[in-house]
């Protein structure tokens, strides 16, 4: 089964917690144990998991990425968002997560993320889970 989670980011760049919402599709799905795959179908976005318990943690992960030192880079993308591009590929555009008795198994501290680096803009998130 596919579920479609459509997200409208607020910032440049934006940690938002997509947890329950995917949890949701799996409900729905009504599949108690197989595999759930989330996937992100753009080039400046990204899936991660990390902590959802002390929101410092997003802010010091956002923080840390635009840390990164892309001033003195020579991009040659016309667009000028070869930054996104470059945080997008670093984080990665999927996650897969165990689903089982029906939940997602993800550990105590550990929340999902999509992750904008050029909003704020529409976007969307896929959430397969496939039974076994
Ligand atoms: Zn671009």
Redesign the pocket.
């Known amino acids: 089964m596919l579920s479609t989670i459509s997200i409208s980011s607020r910032q440049r760049t934006e940690l938002i917690d997509i947890t329950s919402e995917v949890q949701k599709a799996v409900n729905n799905s009504q599949i108690l144990d197989g595999i759930c795959v989330i996937y992100t179908p753009h ?2 976005a990204g899936i991660t998991i990390n902590e959802n318990a002390d929101p410092d943690v997003r802010r010091d992960i956002i923080a840390g990425l635009l840390h990164l030192n892309f001033e003195k880079v020579d991009f040659s ?1 016309m ?1 000028g ?2 930054p ?2 470059v945080k997008s590929s670093l984080i990665g555009c999927s996650e897969t997560i165990i689903v089982e008795n029906g939940k997602l198994l993800l550990g105590t501290w550990q929340g999902i993320y999509f992750c904008e680096f050029d909003g704020p803009r529409q976007r969307k998130v896929l959430v397969k889970i496939l039974k076994g």
């Open positions: 080039t400046t993308h667009e968002n070869s996104a591009h």
